[in-house]
């Protein structure tokens, strides 16, 4: 199972936060869903392999306006793993 971690640019309300949490959390293939809305940070483990479009699909559901970004820490750790 591998993590992953995004930004959710535009996240505005707790409660839109529990919401975009929970229906990942509820959705096939996805483990120990957390948003942090003071952080905007949204984590999660899975087995899917790039669910960026997966999850931006269910947050522009839910939330049209935000934007699904990934971490700078994400992005060095696919680098690394490219380079290898």
């Known amino acids: 199972m591998k993590n992953y971690k995004y930004l959710l640019q535009g996240l505005d309300c707790a409660n839109c936060a529990k919401k975009i949490e ?3 959390a509820s959705t096939e293939g996805y ?3 957390s948003v942090n ?7 999660f483990k899975t087995e899917k392999e ?5 999850i931006t699909n ?22 690394r793993k490219k380079s290898s």
């Open 50 to 54: 790039n669910p960026k479009k997966e």
């Open 58 to 79: 269910i947050v522009k559901a839910l939330e049209p306006d935000i934007e699904v970004v990934e971490t700078q820490a994400a992005k060095k750790e696919e680098a």
């Open 37 to 43: 809305f003071s952080t905007l940070k949204l984590s």
């Open 31 to 33: 483990q120990e869903v």
């Open 22 to 24: 929970d229906k990942i």
